[in-house]
């Protein structure tokens, strides 16, 4: 059974950082291009950054670039988003997902909230 668990979320005050993991299972992880996605209310879903499995190469949103870094751990099944100097536009749920040819799974999405 395939599974992406997030975890992470929660409030901080802009300018703080949080770190959001993705612990994956079922499928075989290391093929797999792994994104971070976020919705914000009353906005749809956008990809904020994503890492293919095997050159680990990386895309970020422009809006996050050189405040987020996205990172893969092979042997721990786990993907991580280090978010930095967050702001409060970056206020949303954020989704973990992983693709592979027609294959696409998501994750139940954590909360993440910047405000002081």
């Known amino acids: 059974q395939v599974q992406l668990v997030e975890s992470g979320g929660g409030l901080v005050q802009p300018g703080g950082s949080l770190r959001l993991s993705c612990a994956a299972s079922?499928?075989?992880?290391?093929?797999?291009?792994m994104s971070w996605y976020r919705q914000a209310p009353g906005k749809e879903r956008e990809l904020v950054a994503d890492i293919s499995g095997v050159s680990g190469s990386t895309n970020y949103a422009d809006s996050v670039k050189g405040r987020f870094t996205i990172s893969r751990d092979s042997a721990k099944r786990t993907v991580y988003l280090q978010m930095n100097s967050l702001k409060p536009e970056d206020t949303a749920v954020y989704y973990c997902?992983?693709?592979?040819?027609?294959?696409?799974?998501w994750g139940q999405g954590t909360q993440v909230t910047v405000s002081s």
């Open positions: 997902n992983a693709k592979w040819l027609s294959r696409m799974y």
């Open positions: 079922g499928f075989t992880f290391s093929t797999f291009i």
